[in-house]
């Protein structure tokens, strides 16, 4: 859009978003992304006008260490959800920051998207240093993706706790490990990492190491009594292997899940997270401590955003 045009107006953008046009989707996400100071009224009006819509598209995220295989199974599970007849939305956040060479945008999501097919999308978004595994403006692209798409796949790099931001944002945390690296287990038994909804070891073609790293697995998600979350081996070279499982995995995890309550208090975490990791544990102390933090969260009404109940720590912060 040329300069002189005048800008889109935001209800016609969002009807594009709900209505699931690609085309408008990618015009959100533009605008979402825009850091300058004067998109951020557009941005707010945005997501409030995509906030009240029909129930939106269940949001998985896949998180683990490089390489393992994050964007192949993505790509496999989107080809499988197209084939069952949801519409699907992926985000890559790419921490180009951390590699060396940084890769080119986009190279490290290798998902075809047919020109024919609206029911499929793919973005992927630079983390540009910040802390954590999300860029800032994830969590508003999952809100615009979760408008438009029945099921929203996002795709973040992580091991541990800084990184795995993603389950703030979304409803289902996969960590995906592949075969012979251990670091998953050593990271669960240490209690650095949280169980995750669901564990994936990836490369099942890979035979007997990969059959090992899932029972090792099993054993220590057994061992912290976290019975229910099922670690489900996949594959995806020829004759792929596991895909169906683990859309079945994802289906009953959200099947399972009280959608409103968990988003609640995923908000709630995340703006303790956020105010922590601006404030530091000095600023923690000022509210009180972690428990107070999380009581005073607590009462404050379900309706507040991030920001809101971040700039409400802070109020408290300054008047304890
Ligand atoms: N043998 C085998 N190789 C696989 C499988 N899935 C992925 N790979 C290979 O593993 C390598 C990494 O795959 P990616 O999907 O890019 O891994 P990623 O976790 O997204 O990597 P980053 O985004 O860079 O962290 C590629 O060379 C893939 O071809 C699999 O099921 N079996
Ligand atoms: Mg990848």
Redesign the pocket.
């Known amino acids: 859009m040329g300069s002189a045009d005048p800008p889109e107006p935001v209800e016609a953008l969002a009807a594009g978003v709900r209505a699931g046009s690609r085309a408008a989707v990618a015009r959100a996400l533009n605008l979402v992304e825009d850091r300058r100071a004067q998109s951020r009224p557009r941005i707010a009006e945005l997501l409030r006008a995509l906030g009240g819509g029909k129930p939106d598209g269940h949001r998985v995220g896949f998180t ?1 260490p ?7 199974l993505v790509s496999a599970l989107g080809g499988e959800l197209r084939r069952r007849g949801s519409t699907v939305g992926v985000l890559a956040v790419d921490p180009s920051s951390k590699r060396s060479g940084g890769a080119l945008l986009g190279d ?1 999501v290798r998902i075809e998207t047919r020109p024919e097919d609206e029911g499929l999308f793919v973005r992927s978004l630079a983390t540009a240093g910040e802390l954590g595994g999300l860029a800032r403006a994830a969590p508003a692209s999952v809100l615009v993706l979760a408008a438009a798409f029945d099921r929203v796949l996002v ?1 973040t ?1 992580g091991v541990g706790q800084s990184e795995t931001d993603v389950e703030y944002v979304v409803d289902t945390v996969v960590f995906v490990v592949q075969p012979g690296s251990g670091d998953a287990l050593q990271f669960l038994k240490a209690g650095i990492m949280e169980v995750p909804d669901v564990l994936v070891v ?2 099942a ?2 035979g007997r190491v990969a059959q090992r790293a899932m029972a090792d697995l099993q054993a220590a998600v057994r061992a912290l009594g976290s019975r229910e979350t099922p670690v489900v081996a ?4 020829a004759p792929p292997q596991g895909i169906e499982a683990l859309v079945d995995a994802l289906e009953c995890h959200r099947a399972g899940l009280d959608l409103t309550a968990r988003r609640l208090a995923s908000r709630r975490r995340h703006a303790l997270a956020d105010f922590a990791t601006e404030h530091g544990e000095r600023g923690v102390r000022a509210l009180g401590g972690r428990r107070a933090a999380e009581r005073w969260l607590g009462e404050q009404a379900p309706g507040l955003d991030v920001p809101a109940l971040v700039q409400g720590l802070q109020e408290q912060a300054t008047e304890g």
């Open positions: 683990g490089p390489g393992v295989g994050k964007s192949t490290r795709e790099v990836t490369k073609d890979l996949v594959s995806c070279v």
